[in-house]
């Protein structure tokens, strides 16, 4: 089947302080494609939508089934929360990626698992949510402190900026566990981070927390939540971009404001893909445990 690609409104302003367009962000995509692709590959696509560019709040768009094209992969999922068939795009190809962009989507946000098995994520995420009172100094000492107890429980971790205001750090675990246990772990490590520190916080709830609480989020690692990926474009002034990083990068004076899509072509193609081992050989949990207990 040929795959015809149309592209509309290219000269549209997506950041009006930047004069950043939305031809720019198509773009990006398209060189970016080999390094993000990995990340998308057969993976449901929860689609948050920026037509109008990032002064406009956008929309999600989960059930796409009606605007995909006939080539593109879909996946048809069942959400207990509408009791309905919901209809996700799935990215595993370049004009896939671009179809993407043009509906108005900055960002792109996978699942953790693949099509063929939903239940079991890849990676294990733990999300570094600061407040708007903390500093990106105090970020960097909670993904600090994680990588101190992932080391003692020699486990592999592969860090990333968001691309907004905190970091991500994922675990691989190859599909070997389920949901609930990627959870119930991750649930772990979080709180050994909020031991080590007492500006962290597990209270999800905005008005239960201190106002100057860093969230160490664990709850990402269920079926259907989701991250802006690895290599994805972000909403946010700039133009910035989710940014795998070297651990002896993550350090006092590190800004997620570093990495845009008008400078970040040229690190990728020199470092090559920082977050492949994410995709790699999973850890054992109850070996990690041995070690962490001790």
Known sequence: ????????????????????????????????????????????????????????????????GDIAPAWMKTADIYAESTNKIVHYLVCNDVKSLLFIANLGCIEMNPWNSVVDKLDNPDYI???????????????????????????????????????????????PCNK????EEARDFARILATLVTEKLPVTT?????????????????????????LASAYSARPKPGATVSTPLEWKEVKYGLLPSDFTIKNVLKRFNKKGDLFKGTLGKGIDISKALSLLIK
Not at 150 to 170: I, M, N, R
Not at 217 to 226: E, F, I, K, M, V
């Open 202 to 226: 597990l209270e999800r709830s905005l008005s239960k927390r201190k106002k100057n609480q860093i969230y160490v989020d664990y709850l990402q690692n269920s079926r259907g939540q989701t």
């Open 125 to 171: 995420v733990i999300d570094i949510d600061p407040s708007d009172k903390n500093s990106f100094n105090e970020v960097i000492d909670v993904a600090l402190a994680l990588k101190e107890i992932l080391d003692k429980g020699k486990l592999s971790g592969f860090c990333k900026t968001s691309g907004a205001s905190g970091l991500h750090v994922y675990i």
């Open 176 to 179: 070997k566990y389920r949901y």
């Open 1 to 64: 089947m040929v795959k015809q690609l149309t592209l509309t409104n290219l000269d549209k302003i997506y950041w009006p302080d930047e004069k950043i367009t939305k031809g720019d962000l198509i773009q990006y995509y398209e060189d970016a494609a080999p390094f993000i692709l990995p990340y998308l590959k057969n993976r449901p696509l929860s689609l948050k939508r920026n037509p109008n560019g990032i002064r406009d709040n956008g929309f999600f768009h989960k059930d796409a």
